[in-house]
């Protein structure tokens, strides 16, 4: 890796690691950090050039924090671990568990999206319009050109088909919010295409781990009761 993560860690047992959305960091999941971290070791990333992670020379796709996520797991000598992403975090996660299976012990996916056209136009064509805006200005600008790859991950990312989810074998939780911000329909797809994916739908946004902690954080528990059971000596 041409750069160190930086990440939050807390607690003892089976590693649960936490991706965070676009443009945010680690902190977006103190709700669950305090919550699970008397029952797992909670890590929390800063996805490369967001937080406090630098940005380096790779490429800003989705394919590459995945690839960040691996080689981290490796340098902390995980072999395996239940991973939770929120938004971006959610894509990153799940390109991780397309490449790399093996290292998945159950997948919880929050406000994910296959590609561009999951997300609500009323929310995407702003997100496409600051793209188109940022571009124009990014060989003048570091700020521009940092928020172009920023929103240019929502626009041209992250491009997965949905057969390509039923390789899937993991215990998986689809999450999301009744007034997502991922349209209603392309969340029911993302379930349906993981074999015996389990499908939640609670109120709140776009937002709710951090919203409605304390029902997220609940559903997100009972989903993992019966794996964190059969894995206590992992």
């Given amino acids: 890796m041409d750069i160190s993560l930086y990440y939050q860690e807390r607690g003892k047992g ?9 443009g945010e960091n680690g902190s977006y999941f103190n ?12 890590i929390a990333i800063d996805t490369r050039g967001q937080g406090k992670s630098p940005r380096g020379t790779a490429p800003f796709t989705i394919e590459q924090f995945a690839e960040d996520l691996n080689e981290l797991m490796v340098m ?3 072999s395996k671990a239940i991973v939770l ?6 894509n990153i996660a799940l390109k991780f ?16 999206n296959l590609n561009a056209k999951g997300v609500k ?3 995407q064509i702003p997100i496409e319009l ?33 057969d390509e989810l039923r390789s899937i074998q993991v215990p998986t939780l689809v999450i ?33 781990a951090n919203k409605e902690a304390d029902r997220f954080n609940k559903e997100v528990e009972l989903f993992l009761e019966p794996i964190s059971s059969v894995n206590s000596n992992f």
């Fill in 14 to 22: 089976q590693p649960f690691i936490l991706l965070h959305g676009n």
């Fill in 31 to 42: 709700h669950q950090i305090e919550y699970f971290s008397d029952k797992f070791r909670m």
């Fill in 76 to 78: 902390m000598e995980i």
């Fill in 85 to 90: 992403g929120f938004s971006d975090g959610a």
């Fill in 97 to 112: 568990a397309l490449r790399h299976p093996d290292k998945v012990m159950a997948l919880i996916l929050n406000g994910g």
């Fill in 121 to 123: 136009r009323t929310v």
């Fill in 130 to 162: 600051g793209y188109k805006l940022t571009k124009m200005f990014a060989n003048k600008s570091e700020t521009a050109k940092h928020n172009m790859e920023l929103l240019g991950l929502m626009v041209n990312e992250p491009n997965i088909k949905p």
């Fill in 176 to 208: 999301a919010g009744t007034k997502d911000m991922i349209k209603r329909t392309h969340t029911e797809e993302i379930a349906e295409n993981i074999s015996n994916a389990k499908l939640s739908i609670i109120h709140g946004n776009h937002f709710i």
